[in-house]
């Protein structure tokens, strides 16, 4: 058997990386390409989880546009496939690198798997362009490995077969359970703030850049000075985003602004801190394995199980709505509680299957 791993930003390398360690303790022949679609962010995390791509296509350049990485990640992937022939491409969630992989794997007649799969909104364009990414994988894909059975449900009720279906738990808790068994959460939370008391800030969305952006910090703002709790706040690389924070939280009091952390420094913020408000998609299913209670920045989300489960709140992106939502996490105390997203075993889940598969002729 010999597979290949694509990824190019951080959020993959998290989820991928459990997966194709799995994959390398079982002595299997398994190759890492990496596009490099976000440079600095992606090799962050290819630093802690101690792995050298096979391939780096290093795509990366400033202000690049959708189709710029779409065209680069088709172009260059196809000629690495045809030299290694790989029996299955591995991609991971929602990214236009993951759709980009399995689309040039598909037009080559290679099997694709897709870690992550099924996750929907519903809307279109909310997150844009991931929501389409997503659907478009898993109509190439011939490996689905969904995280939930929510994911799964939205996927038979497309019209995909069953058979194409394995609903395996998310890779990412297998992720945090590598990272919690490796290192000291609490001294490296040190090696960044001195802070006993705040919560956690995640702003990046493509979508959610511009007023909502300002919407968001606004209701925040109002929050910190009315509670007077400290909000750490590790800024996104994006130049539109650090632009939006500079003008709406330069000189503000009880704001700690750090420049972007590591998995580890990430994991160990979250794990000190009271709640979290983010836009992002993996925290949400990371924070219920700390017990942190998540305000969910978006209008939409395709993690349904965060707020089903009581572990959060759809907040909306209006200054009123966040306000209130924050003000709701500041008073939650959760419980030891299961993380409905998965138990940490989803990469040996997919091995097994990929294997079981492969001796049956399945691939």
Known sequence: MKVAFVFGTRPEVIKVAPVYLHFKKMNENALVIATAQHREMMDMMTRVFKITPDYDMNIMVQNQSLNYVVSRVVTELEQILEKEKPDLVFVQGDTTTAFASALCAFHLSIPVAHIEAGLRTHNLYDPFPEELNRRLIDIMAEYLFAPTAVAKENLTKEGIEESRIYVVGNTVIDALEIIKNSVDLEKLRKELIDEVEYFLITLHRRENIGERMRSILKGIKRFVEESGLKAVFPVHKNPKVREIVKQELDGQPNFVLLEPVDYTHFLALLDGAKFIITDSGGIQEEAPSFGKFVVVARETTERPEL????????????????????????????EKVSNPFGDGKASQRIYEIVKQKLQKGGI
């Not at 709140?313 to 939502?325: H, N």
């Open 307 to 334: 707020v089903q489960h009581g572990l959060g709140i759809l907040a909306g992106t209006c200054e009123l709505s966040i306000y209130k939502a924050l003000k709701e996490a500041c008073s939650k105390k959760l």
